[in-house]
Structures are given as structure tokens and as C-alpha cells.
């Protein structure tokens, strides 16, 4: 974990770093409009390590927002719905562990292309933080006196922690003016089962749409 926090904190101190250059050669900002849009996407999520445990496909939809900032760097929030979760085995018992959260990303996105046309390659980093809303998660008890199956709100006793901070790192392409398509991979900081360190990983697949 603290490799990862030393990895954001770089990569934010050297945005920090690009925009204190920017202010001192007095570079004027973009009077671009902000634009806003819709954006959907498919995840398969894991926890990290993944020992006794597989991923699973989940998916997210959500607001869109960008704004052209300076040069060809832009910032795009997005605040999504998103459900994700993972299996887990062992001898004694497997979880089938689903979620849904509400997400809250602060993208800067820095882009290689032609803005004429609006096509061209982008690079991204993202800050995000995501809470748990509800969910179920199906405890089936192979063995001893209460072998059995339940099923529970993965919320409801803390058992399972709500929030999630952490960073995406991530690529994507502008087809046009209006649409993107973006890929990430995530890196989540907090436990997501109390007293336990596993972590939540994942790789998004969407696309982005600008009215």
C-alpha cells in the first residue's frame, strides 16, 4: 500500500509541478466550455492477492463532465454507479460476494491528437473514491454443524468495509468530438473485509459520450 501511495502522490505532485511551470510562463487557460455527457463501462474486479478467490464482470454507468484546461490537458469527473465483486473458496466454505457503489472519479487526462477532428490517442490518471451502498453475499457452509447456505447484505454488520479510495491508471482514444473510449486499471487502498488486507483491483472498458 505504500508503494502505491507514493505512486499517486508522484504522479499528482508532477501534474502540480506542470501546472506551477504553466502559471510562471504566465500560460493562458483554455476558454473551451465545459462539456457533459454520459459514459457506460464493463469491469472485471478481483481482490488483491487472490489467493482462494476469482473475479468477477461487473459494470458501471454514470455522469460525464470535461473541461480543456491548458496545452492538451483536460479534466474530466465522473461520478458512477458501479457493481462489482469477486468469489472466494476454500474447504471450508465459498462466497459469492456482490456490490454496488457509488463512485466519484477526478480524471486528468493529457491527449495526442488532432483537435480539428477531435481523434487521437490520451494517457490518464485518475484519483477516485467509491462507498458502498448495498449488496448480498452468499455464505454456502460445506461442513460441521452449520453447513448450509445464507445470504446477507455485505454492509449490514461492517464485516465488509464501504469505502474505497485509490487511483486509476489508464489509456484511451477519442473517436470524435463526441465519443471516447477509455480503458484503466485500478489500484484500491483500502480493506475490503474488516480485519483482513485484501484489496480491491480491477480493469474498466467503457465508453464515454459528449452531448
Known amino acids: 500500500m505504500k508503494k502505491q501511495i507514493l505512486i499517486l502522490v508522484f504522479g499528482l505532485f508532477a501534474c502540480l509541478n506542470v501546472f506551477a511551470q504553466m502559471e ?7 476558454d473551451d466550455p465545459w462539456k457533459f455527457g454520459v459514459n457506460i463501462a464493463a469491469s ?3 481482490e488483491h492477492p487472490t489467493q482462494h ?3 468477477k464482470i461487473g459494470v458501471k454507468a454514470g455522469f460525464a463532465a470535461e473541461k480543456h484546461l491548458v496545452y492538451n490537458i483536460y479534466f474530466k469527473p465522473t461520478v458512477n454507479l458501479c457493481k462489482k465483486g469477486f468469489k472466494e473458496d476454500t474447504q471450508l466454505q465459498t462466497l459469492d460476494y456482490n ?7 477526478a480524471n486528468l487526462e493529457m491527449k495526442f491528437g488532432d483537435e480539428r477532428t477531435g481523434k487521437g490517442f490520451l494517457i ?3 484519483p477516485f473514491y467509491s462507498y458502498g451502498l448495498f449488496g448480498s453475499t452468499t455464505f454456502d457452509i460445506l461442513e ?3 453447513a448450509g447456505s445464507e445470504t446477507i447484505d455485505p454492509f449490514a454488520n461492517d464485516d465488509f468495509l464501504r469505502p474505497d479510495l485509490g487511483y486509476k491508471l489508464g489509456i484511451g482514444y477519442d473517436i470524435n468530438h463526441n465519443w471516447e473510449l477509455n480503458a484503466t486499471y485500478l489500484f484500491g487502498f483500502y480493506n475490503i473485509i474488516n480485519g483482513s488486507s485484501h484489496k480491491w483491483r480491477g480493469v474498466n472498458v467503457g465508453l464515454t459520450y459528449f452531448f
Open 53 to 55: 478467490s476469482t473475479g
Open 99 to 105: 456490490a454496488y457503489f457509488l463512485e466519484i472519479e
Open 124 to 126: 490518464s490518471i485518475t
Open 24 to 30: 510562471e510562463s504566465k500560460v493562458k487557460s483554455s
Open 44 to 46: 472485471y474486479d478481483y
Open 144 to 146: 460441521g454443524e452449520n
